[in-house]
């Protein structure tokens, strides 16, 4: 079974640029997170989506990240502009409704230079 | 406030030896505790799960037990191998539906042959 797709794997930019993340979760899998992984830090939630529909983005800087899952399976989660603090791995995991575990993309790693 | 540490320093061991990483919570009440390993430049993994009404789970040469009173979970690998080396991570499994899970800062774990 494949697993979770993300690209790009890095990605460069400078503050105040725009940047864009894509995910592709493992097929049948109705929900979706995104994390944030600051380096020495564990995975820090940002949103969850089950199919199309938001479940919880509280801890989401809405004033400058944004995420959608359109037609409820890949996911594009953007940041605009990036601040220099957002430089950390971004990751994709998804699962199945009725199950707890969650598979792990291999993640973005974003520098903001 | 609500905090999750796990051991913040790294632990080296002898290969063979039994490694024993710690995660304890403060107000928090998990349903139940997940361990995922984490190598670098990758996603984390999932190994183990355990419900709050259950005291140990095992899986081949892991072992994980969970105390809801002493707000510790501690996660054991026996005969430790060079291969185990990586980052370990614990996370919290709210109750209900979402499957939302709140990580630890991780253990690096380095098993020396």
């Known amino acids: 079974e494949a697993g979770v797709a993300q690209s790009p794997r890095y990605k460069i930019i400078e503050k105040r640029q725009s940047v864009a993340f894509w995910c592709n979760p493992i097929s049948g899998h109705a929900t979706l997170y995104w994390y944030q992984q600051i380096l020495g830090q564990g995975p820090k939630l940002l949103i969850q989506f089950q199919n199309n529909g938001v479940v919880d983005d509280s801890q989401l800087p809405k004033d400058r990240f944004s995420a959608e899952r359109l037609k409820g399976v890949d996911s594009t989660l953007k940041i605009q502009p990036a601040k220099l603090e957002d430089s950390a791995v971004y990751l994709c995991a998804s699962k199945l409704p009725s199950g707890s575990e969650q598979y792990f993309g291999p993640g973005t790693r974003l520098t903001v230079t | 406030s609500q905090k999750i540490e796990q051991n913040s320093e790294a632990l080296n061991i002898q290969e063979g030896k039994t490694a024993t990483l710690t995660c304890n919570y403060t107000?928090?009440?998990?349903?139940?505790l997940q361990w995922y390993r984490q190598d670098p430049g990758r996603g984390p993994v999932f190994l183990l799960l355990i419900r709050e009404n259950e005291k140990e789970k095992r899986k081949e040469r892991l072992k994980v037990t969970f105390d809801t009173t002493l707000k510790q979970s501690l996660f054991h690998i026996t005969a430790s191998q060079p291969a185990d080396s990586a980052t370990y991570l614990c996370?919290?499994?709210?109750?209900?539906?979402?499957?939302?899970?709140?990580f630890g800062q991780g253990t690096t774990l380095q098993v020396k042959p």
């Open positions: 996370a919290l499994g709210t109750s209900g539906n979402t499957g939302k899970l709140i």
């Open positions: 107000n928090y009440s998990p349903a139940y």
